[in-house]
């Protein structure tokens, strides 16, 4: 008894710090790893009593504490968070896009560090973005997904629904409705490019680029101050895909 309650605790305590490794929200950098280890054992901890009442979870007599076995719980976890980052990659999309065309990322274009971040305008946004997945309890929603996943999906048992083919269709779905999101910033820089290049047919002896970039800056401020309060439902609509085919595989794997 001593072992397997061992045994489904490591398993356990492995398929929450895969969520806490990989999720936008739980794995910034102000969050030490060490405390994302210790809080995962101690909330694998609080969900034995779960695992050893009912039969809804039994450990298998071939699952032992071995590195396939907590390979398998980590990138379950892992698998979740990852959703929800490509989710998040809608506000990505239209952060990089507002930051390019703004000029606040001018100079990573010339000189790319992967080290340093894209540019002033996407940083901004992309914490806009996650405090509202705070503010929405996204958070507290995928950790009740992992744990109810312990107690639907089995040890060393992969969902069928987490296929190649359904990630790649939800990593285009993102894509497309991030550049959907980006398609009001690309018109409003294209109506101030034509009025630019208007001006410069007009009064060649302008020096364009002094006059236009110091234009752009404020033309971003404007977008962003359009754009902030669309970013909540441009969230739930990003997490809505990868929150189903999360669900969709550990309910099918129920239905089993």
Same mark, same amino acid.
């Given at each position: 008894?001593?072992?397997?309650?061992?045994?489904?605790?490591?398993?356990?305590?492995?398929?929450?710090?895969?969520?806490?490794?990989?999720?936008?929200?739980?794995?910034?950098?102000?969050?030490?790893?060490?405390?994302?280890?210790?809080?995962?054992?101690?909330?694998?901890?609080?969900?034995?009593?779960?695992?050893?009442?009912?039969?809804?979870?039994?450990?298998?007599?071939?699952?032992?504490?071995?590195?396939?076995?907590?390979?398998?719980?980590?990138?379950?976890?892992?698998?979740?968070?990852?959703?929800?980052?490509?989710?998040?990659?809608?506000?990505?999309?239209?952060?990089?896009?507002?930051?390019?065309?703004?000029?606040?990322?001018?100079?990573?274009?010339?000189?790319?560090?992967?080290?340093?971040?894209? /540019?002033?305008? !996407?940083?901004? +946004? *992309? #914490?806009?973005?996650?405090?509202?997945? =705070? @503010?929405?309890? $996204?958070?507290?929603?995928?950790?009740?997904?992992?744990?109810?996943?312990?107690?639907?999906?089995?040890?060393?048992?992969?969902?069928?629904?987490?296929?190649?083919?359904?990630?790649?269709?939800?990593?285009?779905?993102?894509?497309?409705?991030?550049?959907?999101?980006?398609?009001?910033?690309?018109?409003?820089?294209?109506?101030?490019?034509?009025?630019?290049?208007?001006? /410069?047919?007009? !009064?060649?002896? +302008? *020096? #364009?680029?002094?006059?236009?970039?110091? =234009? @752009?800056?404020? $033309?971003?401020?404007?977008?962003?101050?359009?754009?902030?309060?669309?970013?909540?439902?441009?969230?739930?609509?990003?997490?809505?895909?990868?929150?189903?085919?999360?669900?969709?595989?550990?309910?099918?794997?129920?239905?089993?």
């Amino acid at each position: 008894m001593i072992q397997q309650f061992t045994v489904a605790l490591m398993l356990t305590s492995l398929r929450i710090l895969g969520l806490f490794l990989t999720a936008p929200m739980l794995s910034f950098r102000a969050f030490p790893m060490q405390f994302r280890v210790m809080l995962s054992v101690f909330m694998a901890f609080m969900v034995m009593p779960v695992i050893n009442s009912g039969a809804s979870i039994d450990l298998p007599a071939t699952v032992m504490m071995s590195f396939y076995s907590a390979a398998i719980e980590l990138c379950i976890g892992a698998f979740i968070g990852f959703t929800i980052r490509v989710g998040l990659m809608v506000v990505e999309i239209a952060a990089e896009v507002l930051s390019f065309l703004s000029g606040f990322s001018y100079a990573s274009t010339l000189y790319r560090d992967p080290s340093l971040d894209s /540019g002033l305008v !996407s940083v901004f +946004l *992309n #914490l806009v973005a996650l405090a509202y997945t =705070f @503010t929405l309890n $996204l958070h507290l929603v995928f950790i009740d997904v992992v744990l109810q996943s312990i107690k639907t999906l089995p040890f060393g048992s992969w969902p069928t629904e987490w296929s190649m083919r359904n990630m790649m269709i939800l990593v285009s779905e993102s894509f497309q409705l991030g550049l959907i999101v980006s398609i009001p910033i690309f018109l409003a820089y294209l109506m101030f490019n034509l009025i630019q290049g208007f001006l /410069g047919r007009t !009064s060649p002896q +302008l *020096n #364009l680029f002094s006059v236009g970039f110091a =234009f @752009t800056i404020p $033309l971003a401020f404007l977008v962003l101050n359009l754009l902030i309060p669309e970013v909540q439902s441009i969230v739930i609509h990003a997490i809505e895909n990868p929150l189903s085919l999360v669900r969709n595989g550990v309910e099918m794997h129920l239905g089993r």
